[in-house]
């Protein structure tokens, strides 16, 4: 039977990734991008799954009818967050992480829809369950053990109560491994008592602790701090690691006060994939968007202004300050061309705030984008960066400007612009660079020391001899061979064995032409799961000690 879901997509992101899949399989999806139009369709349809983000529980709970109640299923911004819903009774069928491949969405769609809360309880876990059983109006004793057990007494579809407490229960989905089954009703002692199964599931869901992120174990790590980390007063980090494991893209919320006023400004914005989760981030910081004054895009990226676009749908006074390109960009896409400023529109590219704070705006086109600027504090000497300055994600690094160094090998156009562009910074006191990738950091001058003259981009010529091409190949299988574990290495070769022949950990032929290599090689470096930034960038660091080009990915 075709499967008939409601997707609440606020930030209309998802539905361009689902429509076409779901017209394809004789599925339905309906769409709604508020509460309201959420609300409507629940009351007007008959609903089977519920997909919501994962900070919209409440829809999902507000989606529940008398005749009947939806199954759910979360959209996550990250791992950590599988934790929270696993610890009150769903199962991995009840989500996935963004960014996400829609068959295999859909494919857990149908395990959801098909399977029975008898039959198939282990799999599908205590609330699915529960949902099913309350749908069928069963009556059934629904156990849930580890070493310990809790059995949860349901007649006629709605939850009576259970032997144990919340608190024990708790304790028992919070365990690595949980066995659910459905055996026939008998009347039994209740330890405590529940109106319905949606009291039950609001309890439950209530009373669910929040996941701290995990830290990354290596000598330089970064704290992903839950919900956000303060880097210093009224400044946070509210983004995440990108998927490319060397990318650590930054998004900053800078919030000023002095002269009795407040200003709070999103700097940069996020890829399409992070946009939502990081607007939750600004809101669990600002407690409502509406709190938001601008936002300033230090460079121009398809996904930046579309992210950007979307939050102007979204809050209609919100202000953007940015580069001649990017407004055009954003007009051309239907935003008010009145609410944005370029850098330019400054005299002197300065500006006195409503608190009293002082921004300077410095010019870095080329770098490698066409637009981009820095916005530099003239109070505290904090230097917001585009991709200038950025630098590789290493977490067992102990040479910061090295690690700076390299990012611009592989990314600036030539080393004639970037000497230029660093030259714009002569005489300007930073305390602490804050680039779009990579960790902050306060050794500016040692920085730009080791940042002048250095060759970079294009200065370098392509690899154009096949053994050449065979040599560095091998030096790389190499390095990652001795630097991971047998799971990673053996997706790496299997990566590799698209475009080479690889016998017994040694490349013998490429099917390539020799200029290709290096773009093929670490595409497939990329894309195996698990593997450590530091092994990437030990990768990086041998392709630059070969002097050849590197292709920017």
């Known amino acids: 039977?075709?499967?008939?879901?409601?997707?609440?997509?606020?930030?209309?992101?998802?539905?361009?990734?689902?429509?076409?899949?779901?017209?394809?399989?004789?599925?339905?999806?309906?769409?709604?991008?508020?509460?309201?139009?959420?609300?409507?369709?629940?009351?007007?349809?008959?609903?089977?799954?519920?997909?919501v983000n994962h900070t919209d529980v409440k829809a999902w709970l507000s989606s529940w009818k008398e005749e009947k109640i939806p199954l759910a299923f979360f959209l996550l911004d990250r791992d950590e967050e599988e934790l929270k819903f696993r610890n009150v009774g769903f199962s991995e069928l009840n989500y996935i992480k963004k960014p996400f491949n829609p068959l295999e969405l859909l494919n857990k769609l149908n395990y959801l829809y098909r399977f029975k809360a008898v039959e198939d309880a282990q799999q599908l876990g205590l609330m699915n369950t529960?949902?099913?059983?309350?749908?069928?109006?069963?009556s059934k004793l629904v156990e849930v053990a580890n070493t310990n057990l809790c059995v949860i007494a349901v007649e006629n579809g709605k939850v009576l109560g259970m032997d144990c407490t919340v608190e024990e229960l708790r304790t028992i989905l919070s365990s690595e491994e949980v066995k659910v089954r459905v055996k026939?009703?008998?009347?039994?002692?209740?330890?405590?008592?529940?109106?319905?199964?949606?009291?039950?599931?609001?309890?439950?869901?209530?009373?669910?602790?929040?996941?701290?992120?995990?830290v990354t174990a290596g000598e330089r790590i970064l704290k992903e701090i839950s919900p956000v980390e303060e880097i210093d007063k009224g400044?946070?980090?509210?983004?995440?690691?990108?998927?490319?494991?060397?990318?650590?893209?930054?998004?900053?919320?800078?919030?000023?006060?002095?002269?009795?006023?407040?200003?709070a400004f999103l700097i940069n914005i996020g890829s399409l994939d992070e946009w939502s989760g990081v607007r939750n981030l600004v809101e669990d910081t600002l407690f409502n968007l509406e709190e938001l004054d601008a936002v300033i895009l230090l460079t121009g990226d398809l996904s930046s202004i579309y992210n950007s676009f979307t939050l102007s749908e979204q809050k209609f006074n919100i202000r953007f300050i940015t580069d001649y390109f990017v407004k055009r960009e954003l007009s051309e896409c239907g935003s008010k061309s009145g609410r944005i400023r370029t850098f330019g529109d400054f005299p002197s590219y300065t500006v006195t705030i409503a608190t009293g704070h002082r921004l300077r705006f410095v010019p870095v086109s080329f770098s490698?984008?066409?637009?981009?600027?820095?916005?530099?504090?003239?109070?505290?000497?904090?230097?917001?960066?585009?991709?200038?300055?950025?630098?590789?994600?290493?977490?067992?690094?102990?040479?910061?400007?090295?690690?700076?160094r390299l990012y611009h090998r592989v990314f600036m156009p030539s080393g004639a612009v970037l000497s230029s562009l660093i030259a714009r910074f002569n005489g300007l006191k930073?305390?602490?660079?804050?680039?779009?990738?990579?960790?902050?950091?306060?050794?500016?001058?040692?920085?730009?020391?080791?940042?002048?003259?250095?060759?970079?981009?294009i200065?370098?010529?392509?690899?154009?001899?096949?053994?050449?091409?065979?040599?560095?190949?091998?030096?790389?299988?190499?390095?990652?061979?001795?630097?991971?574990?047998?799971?990673?290495?053996?997706?790496?070769?299997?990566?590799?064995?698209?475009?080479?022949?690889?016998?017994a950990g040694v490349v013998t032929d490429i099917y390539i032409e020799p200029p290709f290599t290096l773009e093929l090689l670490l595409n497939a470096i990329m894309l195996v799961p698990g593997i450590r930034p530091s092994t990437v960038v030990g990768v990086l660091s041998k392709l630059d000690k070969n002097e050849v080009f590197i292709n920017p990915f």
Not at 130 to 138: G, P, Q, S, T
Not at 469 to 478: F, H, P, Q, R
């Open 459 to 503: 200065d370098f010529s392509p690899i154009t001899s096949r053994d050449k091409a065979l040599d560095i190949l091998n030096e790389v299988v190499s390095f990652v061979l001795e630097s991971e574990e047998k799971s990673v290495t053996n997706k790496f070769l299997e990566e590799l064995g698209r475009f080479a022949t690889v016998e």
């Open 130 to 138: 529960l949902v099913k059983l309350a749908n069928d109006k069963e």
């Open 368 to 404: 490698p984008s066409v637009g981009g600027f820095c916005l530099y504090e003239e109070d505290t000497g904090y230097l917001f960066t585009p991709e200038l300055f950025s630098s590789f994600f290493n977490e067992q690094s102990k040479d910061k400007p090295e690690d700076v």
């Open 184 to 214: 026939d009703f008998d009347r039994i002692k209740l330890e405590q008592k529940f109106g319905s199964t949606h009291d039950f599931v609001k309890t439950l869901l209530e009373r669910a602790k929040p996941v701290q992120a995990v």
């Open 1 to 51: 039977m075709a499967i008939k879901a409601l997707l609440l997509d606020r930030d209309r992101e998802v539905f361009p990734l689902l429509g076409d899949i779901f017209n394809v399989t004789g599925h339905k999806l309906l769409i709604a991008t508020n509460d309201n139009m959420f609300k409507d369709l629940v009351n007007s349809t008959d609903i089977d799954i519920v997909l």
């Open 430 to 457: 930073v305390n602490k660079v804050l680039p779009r990738y990579g960790l902050y950091y306060e050794n500016f001058e040692e920085v730009k020391e080791r940042l002048t003259g250095i060759r970079t981009g």
């Open 235 to 263: 400044l946070y980090r509210v983004s995440k690691f990108s998927t490319v494991p060397v990318l650590l893209k930054n998004v900053y919320l800078r919030v000023y006060e002095g002269k009795e006023r407040r200003a």
